[in-house]
């Protein structure tokens, strides 16, 4: 479920900050699909947004977990795995390949370091 306690930005009045950290991003991303998802995340924030002040009533905290939390997690993640490819040589994050599904990131990260001591 959705913390409550995290949701200054899409009930607050920190939702600009947020919504242009976010756009800010956007922007710095080189690939087009990290791109893509970072503008779909902010667009659906904005939307909420724009009901709750429509409405003056609180958002439904499940779809907000699933159309802008969760793909906000994802988001982070690859964004991560992005900065490790390009900082670290060593590096376990597959290259030019599709990412470790969730939840699977430590079965690969012990095969790899495993396959690297040859066993």
Known sequence: MFDRRNA???TGADFRDWSDRLRDVEEMMSDAELRSDAARIRDRARNVRVELKRHSREPN???VETMIAEPLHELQRR???ELLKRQSRDALVPID???VPPGFEDSVRRYYERLGVGK
Request: hydrophobic fraction near 40%.
């Open 8 to 10: 200054a930005p899409l």
């Open 61 to 63: 905290w499940n779809l």
């Open 97 to 99: 390949r599709d990412p």
């Open 79 to 81: 964004i991560e795995q």
